[in-house]
């Protein structure tokens, strides 16, 4: 195993611009009091932030309809299969009774 400088670990919970993972309700409530202040210079990086944790949640979602979607199609596989297994069951009862 290789051991990397401290300075290339990132703490869990950290995304791509280096700060830690938020809510976007509190990156609003930060650009509420920039408006409050009159103090719009940090704005842009907060659109920004906003974004991307808009993003992350609207892929967060779509993963789970898929995993939904999957289960959905397991279920019916399994059905299939009991139902294959059954006539399986009695055609073998059938050449075995001959």
């Not at 842009?44 to 949640?57: D, P």
């Not at 299939?80 to 009695?90: F, G, P, S, T, Y």
């Amino acid at each position: 195993m290789i051991n990397l400088p401290d300075k290339t670990k990132r703490p869990s919970g950290f995304y791509g611009l280096g700060g830690p993972s938020r809510f976007i309700c509190t990156v609003l409530d930060e650009m509420r009091k920039c408006n409050e202040t009159r103090n719009y210079a940090p704005l842009l990086s907060q659109i920004e932030e906003i974004q991307i944790l808009a993003n992350r949640m609207e892929s967060a979602l779509d993963e789970s309809d898929e995993l939904r979607l999957g289960d959905d199609y397991r279920n019916l596989l399994k059905k299939e299969i009991a139902i294959l297994v059954k006539r399986r069951d009695e055609l073998r009862q059938e050449f075995s009774d001959d």
